[in-house]
Structure formats: structure tokens, C-alpha cells
């Protein structure tokens, strides 16, 4: 889940070290929850500055002695602390902060970026207490505030729509473009073929005159001849 314990740290302290978080603290990732032992061998356990936890019951325990690595459990989606060996899963889950998509370049040759569209997190926990006034307000609150969110995220949805689609129109109509082009090269060779044979043929019907023409000037040659 992109968690570890004592990665490249103490023991018992529990980091994110994949996304954004895992960059912080000189690359040691932001800590979560810590399990320390006070100057009376007393142990605590505990989240760090008000971090999401989700653990299952009785967890992280640690068992073995080398549980270092964060999982998700399938069933519940509560968390779990387990060795980081060849344990069994076979997915993981990566939280990865959302970033601007740069387009380097786009049908004109220019460069564009599409917006990020991320959420915001509006619950503390998977379960709603509705049993008084105060509570449904709040919930209602929520609701609202996340309708106004997701407003707002399928507009920047259908901007970055609007931005593909006129790359779309844009390329077919160069596309287009290059078609009409290869037409006139075509019919401009389709002229060129034409004129190449009607030269031809201009220079057969001269070559046949001149040939008519010498055998009349045979023919009355040899009557001149004759009369003589």
C-alpha cells in the first residue's frame, strides 16, 4: 500500500514512501503512526499529526519480527503489517499526486498542458452517525460541498474534452488538407500525361503529312518522267 516500517529509519515508525509523501523528511517519507517505548518500558502506539489510519484489529503487531511492509486486506480494505518477502499478494495499490499532462507537441507544433483533476477527501471514516441534528446537518454539508467538487471536476473534464477535440478537427482537417494536395499532384500528372500524348500524337499526324506529302511529289515525279 506504499507504506513500510523502519524503512531506512527506526523501527516502529511507519512511513509513506511511495507519492508526494514519500519524498519528504529528506526522502525518509511522512510518518503516519509511531510505536514507542517510554523511559518505563511502557509501549504506545499512535497516529502522527492526525494521519488517516485505517488498521485492522490488533494491528500493526508485528508478528515474527519482520513485518515491514503495509498491506490492504481484500476483504475489508482495513490494513495489515506483513513481511516484505514472497507472502502471497500478487497487487498493490499506488497513490500517485495528480500532476498537469503536458502535451509536447500538438497539431500545430505547439505544447498545451491538460488540468489535473483530483478530490478532495470529505470523510473521516466509512460510517455516518445520522442519530442527531447535528450530525445530519454535517453530513449534509459534506454532500453538498463534495456535489460542488465533482462541478467542478467535470468541467475541467470537459475542458480538457474540448482541448482534445479541437486536436481531433485539427488533424483531420490537415489531413484533409494533404488529401486535396495529392489530388492535385494527381491531376496534375493526369495533365502532364495528357499533354506528353497529345505532342505525340501531333507529332505522328506531321510525320504522316510529311510522308503523304513526299509520296505526291513520288508520284507526280514519276508522270513527269512518263510524259517525257
Known amino acids: 500500500l506504499g507504506g513500510a516500517d523502519g524503512d531506512g529509519a ?6 509513506w514512501v511511495e507519492g508526494p509523501e514519500g519524498k519528504e523528511e529528506g526522502g525518509l517519507g511522512r510518518q503516519f503512526w509511531d510505536i514507542a517505548t517510554d523511559s518505563r518500558g511502557e509501549v504506545g502506539e499512535s497516529g502522527v499529526n492526525n494521519s488517516y489510519l485505517n488498521w485492522n484489529g490488533g494491528e500493526p503487531n508485528n508478528s515474527g519480527g519482520n513485518e515491514d511492509a503495509l498491506q490492504i486486506l481484500q476483504t475489508n480494505g482495513l490494513w495489515n503489517d506483513l513481511p516484505d518477502t514472497n507472502t502471497g499478494p500478487r497487487g498493490y495499490l499506488r497513490e500517485s499526486d495528480p500532476i498537469d499532462l503536458k502535451v509536447m507537441d500538438d497539431a500545430h ?12 477527501r470529505f470523510l473521516e471514516s466509512t460510517t455516518i452517525d445520522l442519530t442527531n441534528l447535528t450530525n445530519a446537518k454535517d453530513a449534509l454539508d459534506r454532500v453538498l460541498e463534495a456535489q460542488e467538487d465533482v462541478v467542478d471536476k467535470i468541467a475541467l473534464a470537459g475542458s480538457n474534452a474540448s482541448r482534445l477535440t479541437s486536436e481531433i478537427v485539427a488533424l483531420e482537417e490537415n489531413l484533409a488538407g494533404k488529401e486535396r494536395s495529392l489530388g492535385r499532384i494527381d491531376d496534375l500528372d493526369i495533365a502532364r500525361a495528357a499533354s506528353s500524348l497529345a505532342k505525340a500524337e501531333i507529332k505522328m499526324q506531321a510525320a504522316t503529312s ?4 513526299a509520296n505526291a511529289l513520288f508520284a507526280q515525279r514519276n508522270y513527269i518522267q512518263e510524259l517525257l
Open 210 to 213: 510529311i510522308l503523304a506529302q
Open 10 to 15: 527506526e523501527e516502529g515508525k511507519w512511513r
Open 109 to 120: 507544433g505547439g505544447h498545451f498542458e491538460l488540468n489535473k483533476i483530483s478530490f478532495k
